[in-house]
């Protein structure tokens, strides 16, 4: 067993960590990490728990340390759910040691920090020996891109494989765990929504072009085409839905496309990674699908489900579809562990 | 006084009409229809009453009569909030012998009907005559648009008239109000969103061009760029929010656009209409503006609110802002009653 | 294996059915009815699927029929979530022949029809010999209670063994789920309750007492003290929540409550029976448990949660607290299910 | 014109008093009080506004002050709307020059301050007299109660005066406003109720019954019956419903209750005072009335709307009812309002 630590242990995606990660099979949970105000306590009590599982029996008595190296022995891999301004003062301290896999947003355009989805860009790892280098650090950071960013990228990947991508428009409506457990309050959101998240778009319009770029000598070129986003929260709890309308360079056929999806498969899959879904894109052929709430823990949360996949009857090269993917789960936690299972499994 | 009846009384759109009539200065409700079911009831009796405000006491005692041209005595005008099949059959019968002023789809898209928002193209109503050549009627049928497509061609008019419109994409997040009392269960909006409403896609893709053509000789050729949407149901009573992207032509300030926004005017504010907001456009310069609860009563609802109007980052010669309307007033029942005050004014 | 089929397959209730008995150990799905309109059509077909789990594999392909008798060959129990008045009709005929374990309301109340909680009152099911005899029939019909009367009466019945009830006074706030996919608009219920829940408060109040009383020589008697009901709905999925107030005849400890609750446990516990939860009532000490989202699913949503458990500070003989049930499981079809494993066990 | 200022003047019910009184004909508001972080900004730049309507003009420009009386010259009356600590600090230093009307719980249940609802115990203000001489002060401080006990307390009123209550028991459906904009997360609200609001049953059980108290020699007695209350947070923004059980010495008749809610007046209505609703208590006759969105507006949201008036059919000595309140008008700034002009008119 590899052990692991959960830098922010008892915020939304903490939480999300230790739900998935407390019945792993190849990592075993034996740091945890918060605020000085929860140093001392047992998990349990530190916690405010907030998924609809219970707490599971393995970190109960956990005690909580300090989001502090020193406090946190023997551990190969951290899990980061800090927030951004403390991941970047905090992580680098970590990766002197040890493999960081942070789901905060602080490195992730450092150009010699892997920004990696698995099934997307497993070669852009190739950064992290440049990063040792670069830094004389004996362990590494990798990053995995915003929750909504995410689900977009998988869904463009085997598309940007096969067809020639102009432009992206996408227009995203975000659930509120996304912000936080007391991220979005309920004035803001009951009979009512919000068409802003602040860093939101840029992200989007940043790092979907980062995990598409190609790797060479050590260094990313982002793909070329361009991505636009209109980022916007909604009242569902868990999982985001995004509006994608893609210009292409030439015709297609939308079967091709449904073909492109339904077969797409990356290197997860073929290695068997425990929370590897076993298709990354699920199809639905309903009219009114994919939905959050019915949708988003498909695959245990983590595959993507598109849904509406349809040729735009206005713009003759143009596609359209919707699709889901629960922020927390393949947006988040789930992303940053299938990230080191990777690692774990190659490296 | 003008005598005017309301087709469709007891549903959301009728209900909407009566609260937006009851202290018109001009119009006199004086008839009231619904289906055989509650013909002969009093109006208090027939509905089941959504609105907050209450029941005008005014319309209270007016027996309701089944949807026939011959139940209807007296009336200049009849609003029409018929659903769209019964409007096919029932509106060419009563536009024999007055006006109806539809908010039904069913006869948008005839050649002969005028489609009109008096803000953006009042000369349409030229089709008026023509209608009444072709059909043989004294009276005639003038449309408006679909919820969605006014608030989005609102915005677009003053745009269209200044810059080059390549392409227009818009992501839609949609109330529950625009499916009628009974349109979405509870079951499906809680923690979910729909993104599928249907026919609503080809609506706003069709009649926004049509709303910006121009007429001659009695023929309206449609406005020649493209509109592209995706439609979606999110849980909010009131107020439709849509995320557009403009591609110009040309690259542009965004001054420009907001000036252009702002001094819009049309004819029902030169005319001094009843019901006309006196602003068409307003705009909101916070982050997180427009939000429909906050938004959506903007000058009594007759106003489109748009926020966030900034230029693509990404994509140099595109627009993206967010907007804001009420699907029942200024794109349903409002729409109706303005339509029908510039009628009554210039005709 | 025992054959069962499932009347009225298709809606809220039956689709719970399937979920809960596609891998039962013992009972196997072999029939499915529905109405007309879906007879004919396989499952997959003919129901809209609207919980967040996926249809069962082994329902797929089966035909629905009528809910005919003549049309539902080899089975040995029916479930019934019929609407009351198709019931009334149907059931008989279906217990000419077979068990009905039934959901419906409209024998609940007859005084040869068992209306059990497995671990309230077990006993009653003695009514069945008479009712065979009364009727000539080779089946019988057991009934399980309304979804909000289970939650209370199983706290009820540790209760009522133990101290002198005098009066209970229950205040309910009650999920959509109750009144079907379509029953609650979400007009009605966004920023909005509904303070009324047709003979919800008529059920709660005599059922209770029902349930509590004793059976001797093969009539029921009920329990001697009142229920009192005020009945609510909110904008909550699944999950009824219930404030329950109760006038002991004499003072006690609060601890005492809770032990009594704690260690409560009745026949299907006893009996091991595969949907029995561990406990049928679990005991939450945090200030502002129980919740619904966060405890409708405890035990696989078969037992029920309550917190708050207080001496009231007014009144002394007065115990205080909340509870948690599910509505559509434990109140529903998971209370039909655990009625026909106990029959299936004891008789 | 009274000149008065509003303390915590950029909080929710801040906000309201605003709302409320820009267009008071007696009031004209000169001052506005906040935090430290706000003062010395405009109020429009220093807030921020969540009410639908908009900020009114005449305090736009108003420059925010610190709490503190050596910062609030001139005014004859402060409403305060202060954090219960900050209360107890502030409002003793603004009463030893001006009138306190204060919506904050701290002061509200010292002896020889008078909780005051106008059209229940207006006699209580003779502890003004008491309070000036007890403390030495020439202002004084006036409360209102609760949100939740004021709407209870006055549909007791009349009930009070005309049968003997022996109990009441209350289960409380609370809107999320009552815990301030954020008070309320939307991941604790959303498909989701919270069954514990702080503080809110002691108050609703003590404040009552010394609103209903006797006055004598300048001591209160409180009224002598018992209230039970459970406190709810649920799903609605504005307006408190209350499900409402009483248990009567002696036997009634549900139409005498109709009518003594009905003819209900207090001193306001019959002083005509600018804030008084025309009936303190409306009564509606639907099944499924009232309810918090279609209801909590009633008479500018000042009226207690009532429902579902009922002979209990279980405690033949028993009434039910519900009731819906607007928690932050009549339950909040409007009350403090109310208040002060009913001195105002009278001392």
Known sequence: MVNVGILGATGMVGQRFIQLLAEHPKFEITALTASKRSAGKRYEDAVTWHLDTKIPDVVKDTLVVDTDPNEVKDV?????????????????????????ASNASAMRMEPDVPLVIPEVNPEHLDLIEIQQKNRGWDGFIVTNPNCSTIALTITLKPLYDQFNIKRVYVSTMQAVSGAGYNGVPSMAIVDNLVPFIGEEEDKMESETLQLLGDIDEGVVTPASFGVSASCHRVSVLDGHTEAVFIEFEDKFEVDDVKKSFSKFQGLPQKLGL???????????????RPQPRMDRNEDKGMAVVVGRVRKDP????????????????????????LNAELINEIM
């Open 274 to 288: 425990f929370s590897a879904p076993q298709k990354p894109i699920v199809i639905r052929e309903e009219d009114d």
């Open 76 to 100: 190969d891999i951290v899990f980061s759910a800090l927030p951004s301004d403390t991941a970047a003062l905090v992580e680098p301290k970590f990766a002197q040691s040890c493999i960081v």
């Open 314 to 337: 206005v713009f003759d090269k143009n596609l359209k579809y919707i699709l889901v993917g629960h922020n927390t789960i393949r947006g988040a936690a789930g992303a940053s562990i």
